[in-house]
């Protein structure tokens, strides 16, 4: 499970200007897709090898009487309870306030661990102006500079260690096949624990009892076809003796962080509600975590051919960048159309970990430039010259050669269309990236 850290502190402080620097890689990534609805309050951040979640509070006015303020505080203290860590963001050159004084005083009632951060700190080298922020009783103060990057490795440090974490693990496979971590996503009473309840009571399908593993992170590993899986039950499910309980809450970090450890998601839509601005939130969750994905429409037993046709038209408007994915139609309660779900699941899964060498790459590669070159842009060429892969899970193909930033998305796609269709990858996001020697 990857850590939460929220981000709190009175309006104009920075938060949303840290925000965009600590999950600013994924963000290039995103951007590259259309019609890509997505929360901005949630993202992912990387520190070297450790992944976390990062949540910009709206704000907090800890004493905010009514309506749209009240509905912040009441947020602020959702993503503060889910949240490992909090780091507190003051404004380093407008000195402590009031408003601060009232957060420090709610959160040490809460009781997180908390890192006191004063922002906009570039140029103040003796640090005599932070003195003040002591005041606060939250201890140290560090002084960062969201706009100009400083200080931010350190802060992100001091956010993580106090969590001990494990290194992360490799991914390298020792031989033996690892089981496919899934996770059923979808809002609230689309029919998840319908669905898994159905799935984990059917006898072909062994489930063992063990308790979880991971902090709060509880999953269900079962066995289906001599293929093992583990079920990852935190997106909005909780397991409640032999069957699962959807948890009274919807709560987007437990479905981020569901969705960031599985290998494959199950998107789970309701056919008699259509796509919802939710539905469109969680796809693009999904798609930024670059995971495996296969999407079910559910209900279909309650819905007639008229909204049938509307709901497959609003996923094709709504969730174009979910192209790639397998969409199937089942109900769960009437245990329809089930059985090719798995086998969708297990080709996504197969699709995501593919193994590309270096010499078919490089010749598919040579072969789609033969087949059409890339455009000349003014006096450049892109020359592309080898492949190699750069990851998995998603598959990542790393393309060699010089002036590279020239080459045209469209030619990008047309490359991964390519690279799509000869290794069979269906379900999995592939990402392309070029590196120039010059
Ligand atoms: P939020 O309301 O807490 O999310 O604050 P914003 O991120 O919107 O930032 C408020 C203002 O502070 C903006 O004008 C930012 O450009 C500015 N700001 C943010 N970080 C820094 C910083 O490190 N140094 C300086 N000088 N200004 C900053
Ligand atoms: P969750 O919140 O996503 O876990 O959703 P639930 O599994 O609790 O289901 C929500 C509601 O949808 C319940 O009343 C279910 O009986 C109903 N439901 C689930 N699957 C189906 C289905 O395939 N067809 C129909 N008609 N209703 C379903």
Excluded at 139 to 146: E, R, W
Excluded at 208 to 216: H, L, Y
Excluded at 400 to 418: D, I, P, Q
Aim: glycine fraction near 8%.
């Amino acid at each position: 499970m990857k850590p939460v850290i929220a981000l709190v502190g009175r309006p104009n402080v920075g938060k949303s200007t840290l925000f965009n620097r600590l999950t600013q890689t994924r963000d290039a990534i995103v951007a590259d897709y259309a019609g890509l609805t997505r929360d901005r309050h949630y993202g992912n951040g990387r520190l070297g090898r450790h992944e976390f979640i990062v949540i910009d509070t709206g704000g907090f006015e800890p004493d905010a009487g009514s309506g749209i303020f009240k509905e912040m505080a009441k947020q602020t203290r959702q993503a503060v309870a889910e949240a490992d860590v909090v780091v507190f963001v003051v404004d380093a050159r407008e000195g402590l306030s009031a408003q601060d004084h009232e957060i420090g005083k709610e959160l040490r009632r809460l009781g997180k661990p908390c890192v006191l951060v004063a922002n906009k700190a570039e140029g103040m080298h003796d640090g005599t102006k932070l003195v003040e922020f002591y005041e606060l009783g939250l201890g140290d103060v560090h002084g960062v500079s969201a706009a100009h990057g400083q200080g931010i490795r350190d802060l992100v440090e001091l956010a993580l260690e106090p969590l001990n974490l494990p290194e992360p693990e490799d991914e390298q496979d020792n031989g033996e096949a690892k089981p496919i971590k899934l996770a059923v996503a979808g809002r609230p009473n689309v029919g998840k624990s319908t669905l898994i309840n159905t799935w984990l009571g059917e006898e072909r399908l062994v489930a063992f009892d063990m308790p979880g593993t991971t902090r709060d992170a509880i999953t269900v590993p079962f066995e289906r076809n001599g293929q093992r899986f583990e079920l990852i039950d935190t997106a909005g499910l909780r397991r409640k003796g032999k069957v699962f309980e959807a948890i009274e809450k919807f709560s987007v970090v437990k479905t981020l962080q569901a969705i960031e450890s599985a290998n494959v998601v199950l998107l789970l839509l309701d056919a008699t509600q259509g796509v919802t601005d939710q539905d469109a939130h969680i796809a693009g969750y999904i798609l930024e975590s670059g995971r495996a994905v296969v999407i079910a429409v559910n209900k279909w037993d309650a819905v007639d051919s008229y909204q049938r046709e509307q709901v497959q038209r609003q996923i094709e408007t709504r969730l174009p960048f979910l192209k790639f994915a397998a969409l199937h139609l089942i109900s769960a309660i009437k245990r329809q159309g089930l059985g090719p779900v798995w086998q969708a699941i297990a080709q996504a899964h197969k699709s995501a970990t593919r193994k590309m060498s270096t010499p078919v790459l490089t010749r598919l590669l040579l072969e789609a430039v033969q087949f059409q070159s890339p455009q000349r842009a003014g006096m450049f060429r892109p020359k592309l010259r080898y492949a190699h892969q750069g990851g998995m899970n998603p598959p990542v193909i790393v393309i060699h050669g010089n002036s590279l930033e020239h080459v045209t998305e469209a030619y990008k796609r047309f490359l991964e269309g390519r690279f799509r269709k000869e290794f069979d990858l269906v379900g999995t996001p592939l990402r392309i990236e070029f590196k120039s020697s010059h």
